[in-house]
């Protein structure tokens, strides 16, 4: 043993040693780089603009950029995007969390796999193809149901709601999964129903968790384009009914993008709309993640 | 001897492929403390969660004989009825993450309690019989599972106490905590067995001596002996018993 120990390693493993090290501290760091390099990259373009223009662009609901004078006004963009999140949250939240506790509480083992496997393909589905399906088939069904003609906003709400779901399954089981054996147990021995066990002992147990999926969730619909896009309507407007079309924010920068000159007004406008949705998407993930830090601590 | 309160007959179990129980007749009386010894994997946890059916709760399990309470088959029971008069306590302390008060009111609540008043008292008398109520009674909005270890544990007797239980289940209750805090709690159930029934699966044989009125030693699924403590502790007449008693393995 004593032999082993004494022996001194060749030196070529201490260089090898230093250039795995080196590429591993490369591919750490690029990520970071990339979001930086990202973030400097929108901001280059577009703060310019939105120091110059936020007020106007603040007050008014009117979008139409190449108008002769142009308007700038984000407040129907803005509120069409919360409004489509909001939406779509009322649907995608108690429907995942539902399944989340039945995988996690009621589903047999066998049904349990079967079921992640479809729920793991659903979020494979590209969100052109999601877009498709509002168009082609979601759309003419809300019709049949008292919708007017054209695509609305409730459309895209429940594409959205489809798109986030498999995120808020997967995460909200594996948080429910997460809380000890013991106060299933605990609750079961007390004359608790499973349902009892569920609701008062799991769902408190695992609030942190079940958070951190609908806010990841939000951040997902926030950043969601191609399917809102095609199923939306694409109007500006403030909607005051569910089946009045709307316009998110990134739906806007994907259609206008191509035509706007670049580096023109409109271009940068664009881009202000960017950084307004990289900060919104950012503080939503930051909660999540101090969420889900609270979690890991206590 | 009166009729028993809980009567085990012909009782086994399997879990899978594994035969974990074995004909097990046993009779516990009113009002006594029954010690349940035994080395590890003889089936004495097992043969706890048969009388609540918490078994069932394993997909796996077979059970056939019958487990009696007070003259009424326990599979005739609600379960959540069921085990609201026969509680358990677990071998590691489980303090649910709620607040001391919600933990001793969870079981009540449960049962359809709804008066404040009604709680309050409920929450104060299991606290006391748990002999943790001046430990706590100033801070019961804290969280459960920030009381230590021993103080968890006697949470989790006050929990099983909330419901009135007429029969009270320790699975080693002793195993994750202090000799103090195992002290207390001996003395607490020597207290309570005025009132109910206590049947102990336990580790300890000085425990089950120092507080069972009634021991019962089990091997391999089966039931080798049951007597009072003092005659099974000094006339083991099987010699499996006495070898376990004195040592020789185990």
Known sequence: ?????????????????????????????????????????????????????????????????????????????????????????????????????????????????????VVELLAAIPSVV???????????????????????GLNGAIVLALMTLPLLVSLGEDALRAVPESYRQAAIAMGATR??????????????GLLVAVLLGVGRCIGETMAVLMATGHAVRIPTSIYDPVRTLTATIAAELGEAVRGGEHYQSLFALGILLFAVTFVVNFIADRTLRGRRAS | MSAPHLSIQDLSLRLGEKQVLTGVSL???????????????????????????????????????????????????????LRRRVAMVLPLPVGLPMSVYDNVAFAP???????????????????????????????LDMLGTRLSGGQQQRLTLAR??????????????????????????EAVLVELK????????????????????????????????????DDLFVFARDPRTNDYLTGKFG
């Open chain 1, 1 to 117: 043993m004593a032999e082993i120990a004494r022996r001194r390693p060749p030196s070529y493993t201490r260089h090898v040693e230093f250039v795995i090290e080196g590429l591993i501290r490369l591919c750490g760091v690029s990520a970071i780089i990339f979001i930086l390099a990202i973030f400097v990259f929108i901001g280059k373009e577009g703060i310019g603009f939105l120091l110059r223009n936020v007020l106007p662009m603040l007050v008014s609901i009117d979008w139409s950029p190449t108008a002769e004078p142009p308007v700038y006004g984000i407040l129907a963009l803005v509120v069409g995007t919360l409004w489509c999140v909001g939406l779509s949250l009322c649907f995608s939240v108690p429907v995942g969390l539902a399944s989340a506790v039945y995988l996690s509480e009621f589903a047999s083992d066998r049904a349990r796999e079967s079921l992640k496997v």
């Open chain 1, 130 to 152: 999601w877009g498709f399906i509002g168009v082609m088939i979601l759309n003419p069904l809300l019709q049949k149901l008292g919708a007017q003609v054209g695509l609305n």
């Open chain 1, 195 to 208: 349902w009892e066990m569920v609701w008062r002992v799991l769902m408190p147990a695992a609030q942190r």
């Open chain 2, 27 to 81: 009779d516990v009386p009113r009002n006594g403390i029954v010690g349940i010894i035994g080395p590890a994997g003889a089936g004495k946890s097992s043969l706890l969660t048969c009388f609540n059916r918490t078994v069932e709760q394993n997909p796996l399990a077979h059970m056939t004989g019958r487990v009696v309470l007070d003259g009424e088959d326990v599979r005739r029971i609600d379960t959540s009825d």
């Open chain 2, 109 to 139: 609540r449960m049962a359809g309690v709804r008066r404040k008043a009604e709680l309050d008292q409920i929450v104060e008398r299991c606290l006391v019989q748990s002999a943790l109520w001046d430990e706590v009674k100033d801070r």
């Open chain 2, 160 to 185: 099983a106490l909330s419901t009135d239980p007429e029969i009270l289940c320790l699975d080693e209750f002793s195993i994750a905590i202090d000799p103090v805090t195992t002290m207390r709690i």
């Open chain 2, 194 to 229: 005025k009132s109910m029934t206590i049947v102990m699966v336990t580790n300890l044989l000085l425990q089950a001596r120092r507080i069972a009125d009634y021991t019962v030693f089990m091997l391999a699924g089966k039931v080798v002996e049951a007597a009072p403590t």
